[in-house]
């Protein structure tokens, strides 16, 4: 995780980071720092928190200078505090990082052992020391780098200053994203583009292992055994992130308003009405593999009900962590169909790499456009949310649970299993889910009391079963991530292997229960959860006695169809973990411990 930047030119470099940071502060925010080199000294600003707290500082104590360097982290190694805060200096090195240094407490007793002193817990200020003693050995600026890059094992993306050499930046990149931004007589240096795109549309991106010379005038780069390689630069569309909360209090409601509109634009133009047709082609069909992380993950748990029936092609589910750890079966007959809002996921990624070396087609679910993700992938079926800020997923669920569903009707129809007419059918009602999104958003203001209710409780149990099991998982996460209560999901048919045991009179109980092929089932483990003094709100999409009798609190969405009523139930949950949240004070966007991209295993 954590978001760098760079800068060399002509401008004011400190309030230049400072803006671009912001846009990167989805990637981290316990920390934030930036070092500019001005007459032949550098100068540092650092402080815990988030990156609030450095500006204040900032327009206390300005940093005048044209070349700089800054960073906002997410702790791996070393707890959020000044001191641990990037930019890490020795000598003559500064340097920030996005990554994680592996052995880094290898180097730091050799280190050690030749006098270096160490300030900082974090595996970064290793690297700062490591070039260093190069220089001081007599090596280059980039020399110096490259070689001590060979005594690193891990992934990174770096940023150097020297503070004798005002000409250049050096970067670094292994397994960590990092992009370089081209102006007129100045050069930007980012994680990622939405902090570039402010001041520059024309951007490399470095591969892993290679390490790039920065001036004014652009980048030079050089592979891993110092040979100038070219890489293109690309011209980057499309709307800069619309970052403003456009009247609602904080991002993560109004990206939970969006999504009528990021449904429409997942969808549109891609389907053929009068065809019933979603077009793939070249898509190896059989087997899959859904690999993600997180929200997405349960998006995939969803997809692969959808595959498996839709397209009727067998359909597995692995968090990217897991995936890339064992052996799984997997050749060129497969298709690998990784998940992701960011496309900067580090396992996500790793079990891409993975994929490609088994020869497995990739096809991936992506957000962000040019992302790491999109980049490695042979095809990309892009989710249209639009940028998503909050750290909580909400409307890039909504849109990757769409884009799995063209997916398998696209599959559906390669296969054969679907004919025409029922593709027709499928795709018809897809085009009913905005209006259906819209009607269960208006439940926003049911919430308000019952949240403030259940805001006291200490634990909360989410059930649901087959196609809605996922989104008792995802409900039970949006609640524990925004409002710090301890939250579960269960297979509603699993409670009596267990959970029940849980249950008292102190127990919210979350229980989906739409009229589909399991009510029957489902409606019974409700009763037993109420017989046993457990609080039941009711999500349902048809009113019924039954629930009414058994249930605290009903909750009552559109009806959808079988395979887009998740959809539809995860707005109520995504909405009552925002108001719960919200009466216990919690920084919503920017909830404790997280980072919206976890580019960090
Ligand atoms: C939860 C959440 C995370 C992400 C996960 C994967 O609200 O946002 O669980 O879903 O970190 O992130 P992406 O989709 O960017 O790969």
């Given at each position: 995780m954590c978001g760098i930047v760079g800068y060399i030119g002509r401008r004011e470099a400190a309030p230049l980071l400072l803006e671009s940071l912001r846009k990167l502060e989805y990637r981290g925010y316990d920390s934030a720092g930036i070092a500019v080199l001005n007459s032949g000294k550098v100068a540092i600003r650092r402080c815990e928190g988030k990156l609030g707290n450095l500006e204040e500082i900032l327009a206390r104590s300005s940093l005048p200078g044209t070349i700089g360097i800054g960073h906002t982290r997410w702790a791996t190694?070393?707890?959020?505090s000044e001191t641990n805060a990037h930019p890490h200096r020795a000598g003559d090195i500064v340097v920030v990082h996005n990554g994680i240094i592996e052995n880094y407490l290898e180097l730091k007793e050799q280190l050690s052992r030749l006098g270096s002193r160490f300030?900082?817990?974090?595996?970064?200020?290793i690297v700062a020391h490591l070039v260093d003693a190069k220089l001081s050995n007599g090596a280059d600026f980039l020399t110096a780098v490259r070689h001590s890059l060979k005594e690193i094992q891990g992934s990174y993306a770096l940023v150097f200053l020297n503070q004798?050499?005002?000409e250049r930046l050096i970067v670094a990149k292994n397994s960590t994203p990092i992009v370089v931004g081209w102006g007129e007589g100045e050069t930007f240096i980012a994680s990622d583009i939405p902090a570039l795109l402010d001041y520059t549309r024309k951007v490399t991106f470095l591969e892993d292992g290679e390490v790039g010379e920065v001036t004014a005038k652009g980048l030079r780069v050089l592979n891993g055994k110092g040979k100038a390689v070219q890489r293109a630069v690309k011209e980057i569309t499309g709307d800069a992130?619309?970052?403003?909360?456009?009247?609602?209090?904080h991002f993560m409601l109004k990206e939970i308003h969006e999504q009528p509109r990021a449904l429409t634009d997942t969808f549109r133009g891609r389907i053929s009405l009068k065809e019933g047709d979603v077009s793939l082609e070249g898509v190896p069909l059989a087997r899959i593999h859904v690999v993600a992380c997180g929200t997405a993950w349960h998006a995939a748990l969803v997809g692969k009900f959808m595959l498996e029936e839709i397209a009727g092609i067998p359909a597995e589910v692995d968090y990217g962590s897991e995936f890339r750890y064992r052996s799984p079966l997997?050749?060129?007959?497969s298709l690998l169909l990784p998940i992701s809002q960011?496309?900067?996921t580090a396992d996500t990624l790793a079990a891409v790499e993975l994929g490609r070396k088994r020869k497995a087609k990739v096809v991936s679910i992506c957000n962000?456009?040019?992302s790491s993700l999109a980049r490695k992938s042979d095809g990309v079926f892009y989710?249209?949310?639009?940028?998503?800020?909050?750290?909580?997923?909400?409307k890039a669920f909504s849109t990757q649970l769409a884009a799995l569903y063209l997916f398998a009707i696209g599959l559906g129809r390669l296969t054969g299993r679907l004919q025409r007419s029922e593709a027709k059918r499928l795709t018809e009602d897809l085009l009913c889910l905005p209006h259906q999104v819209e009607e269960a958003l208006k439940l926003e203001g049911d919430l308000e009391a019952l949240s403030r209710e259940l805001s006291s409780a200490t634990d909360f149990l989410y059930l649901g079963r087959g196609i809605n099991y996922p989104i008792a998982l995802e409900g039970a996460l949006k609640l524990k991530e925004i409002s710090y209560i301890h939250a579960e999901g269960y297979?509603?048919?699993?409670?009596?292997?267990?959970?029940?045991?849980?249950?008292?009179?102190?127990m919210p109980v979350v229980v989906l229960l739409?009229?589909?092929?399991y009510f029957q089932k489902t409606l019974g483990n409700l009763k037993e959860v109420e017989s046993r003094g457990g609080k039941v709100i009711a999500v349902t999409d048809q009113a019924d006695g039954a629930i009414d009798a058994a249930a605290y609190r009903v909750l009552t969405v559109p009806r959808a169809s079988y395979f887009l009523t998740p959809i539809v139930l995860a707005i109520p949950l995504q909405l009552l973990a925002d108001e719960i949240a919200v009466h216990r004070g919690t920084d919503v966007d920017q909830p404790r411990n997280l980072a919206k991209s976890v580019t960090v295993e």
């Open positions: 190694h070393g707890r959020p300030e900082s817990e974090t595996d970064t200020e004798r050499d005002p992130v619309a970052a403003q909360k456009g009247g609602y209090r997997i050749d060129s007959r960011s496309g900067e962000v456009v040019d989710t249209r949310a639009g940028p998503e800020i909050s750290v909580a997923s909400t297979p509603a048919g699993e409670m009596k292997h267990g959970p029940i045991a849980l249950i008292d009179e102190r739409p009229k589909d092929r």
